[in-house]
């Protein structure tokens, strides 16, 4: 398993005073970890900091935003980013679930304050406060239109609002557990949530009805994603016909990270068993790379790469700390981890 290279979390706010600290290790399986730090030098006419580093490790290159280091011994490189911009006013606690519009002018959050608000992308000023969930809100998200957001919370209830006036224009009830994740089939005609019930079902948004549980697991269900499934892969039928109200679950594939350390796979319009993979630990979560590979991130840190026609073995495990896995998010070529360190 490869060296993990890690850096002090304010790192960059450390390296912006003269003479700034901060600290650097890299951990290796089986041998003992080497600890070493970041010393601020100076600063360069561009407003770059020269930034040097103890016995071991090796600065490449250094941008305002961004700091390249390697630990030559373990043959280890990792660029490490500062945050483009920080938000410290919108909640005043841990933020649990947050979520960017489309057009990416809005975002949404979920707090352990018991809050949930859209404030503006830019500048992070508070939009709306969106109130109606009894307990804490542990999830949400916008509409593809960006207009709209779906939360879900530990009262079991499901919600639609209006980004507009913060009205809550729908609630799903049927849930007996409070509501994980959410997924949105398409334009959003119909949803998906899971819950700590075991289930996940589908909603018909314009009706506020339950379309049907598409799987019921007898294990909490801790996050769910929705894709269009490769065209070789087997969804099996339907033993009933859909009902109409039911749009864009042909040719979807549902899956389901559950606390069983089990990760599902269900053909979202036959309600069919697609696949089922045992893990190391609960899966937290998953999320679609292609029509033909997924990612899932467990409790004890794996996060696991598979292909959906042929699950008997991962693609790959990445193990980068034992630190909880909590969101997977694809990005370019890759794809973006957080993890609860």
Same mark, same amino acid.
């Given at each position: 398993m490869a060296a993990t290279l890690r850096i002090q979390s304010d790192w960059s706010q450390?390296?912006?005073?003269?003479?700034?600290?901060? #600290?650097?290790?890299?951990?290796?399986?089986?041998?003992?970890?080497?600890? /070493?730090?970041?010393?601020?030098?100076?600063?360069?006419? $561009?407003?770059?900091?020269?930034?040097?580093?103890? $016995? /071991?490790?090796?600065?490449? $290159?250094?941008? +305002?935003?961004?700091?390249?280091? !390697?630990?030559?011994?373990?043959?280890?490189?990792?660029?490490?980013?500062?945050?483009?911009?920080?938000?410290?006013?919108?909640?005043?606690? !841990?933020?649990?679930?947050?979520?960017? !519009?489309?057009? /990416? /002018?809005?975002?949404? !959050?979920?707090?352990?304050?018991?809050?949930? +608000?859209? #404030?503006?992308?830019?500048?992070? $000023?508070?939009?709306?406060?969106l109130e109606g969930h009894v307990y804490d809100v542990n999830c949400c998200r916008f509409f593809p239109s960006g207009l709209v957001v779906l939360s879900g919370g530990m009262d079991a209830q499901l919600k639609i609002w209006s980004a507009e006036d913060a009205s809550c224009v729908v609630t799903f009830k049927g849930h007996k557990g409070g509501i994980l994740d959410t997924a949105i089939v398409d334009r959003g005609r119909n949803v998906l949530s899971c819950s700590r019930d075991g289930t996940a079902r589908l909603w018909d948004c314009g009706k506020s009805a339950c379309l049907g549980v598409i799987a019921d697991c007898g294990s909490p269900v801790n996050g769910i994603a929705v894709g269009t499934a490769d065209n070789s892969l087997n969804l099996g039928t339907p033993e009933k016909a859909p009902s109409e109200r039911e749009v864009g679950t042909e040719g979807k594939i549902l899956l389901l990270a559950r606390e069983d350390k089990k990760l599902q796979g269900v053909g979202l319009q036959s309600r069919q068993p697609v696949f089922l993979f045992v893990g190391s630990d609960a899966f937290n979560c998953c999320t679609f790379l292609s029509s033909t590979y997924i990612l899932a991130g467990t409790q004890d840190g794996n996060i696991y790469q598979l292909d959906v026609r042929n699950t008997n073995s991962p693609i790959q495990v990445i193990h980068r700390s034992g630190a909880p896995v909590l969101s997977l998010l694809p990005y370019r070529d890759g794809f973006i981890a957080s993890q609860g360190n």
């Open positions: 450390a390296l912006r005073r003269d003479e700034g600290e901060a #600290w650097l290790s890299c951990r290796s399986p089986g041998k003992p970890t080497l600890y /070493g730090s970041l010393t601020r030098r100076g600063l360069s006419t $561009e407003g770059v900091p020269d930034i040097a580093a103890s $016995e /071991g490790f090796v600065v490449g $290159e250094v941008t +305002k935003k961004s700091i390249l280091i !390697s630990c030559p011994h373990e043959n280890v490189s990792t660029k490490f980013l500062a945050p483009y911009t920080t938000f410290c006013r919108i909640h005043q606690k !841990s933020v649990t679930c947050l979520d960017i !519009s489309s057009g /990416g /002018g809005l975002g949404v !959050s979920t707090s352990t304050d018991g809050t949930m +608000k859209i #404030w503006q992308a830019a500048n992070g $000023e508070i939009r709306r406060l």
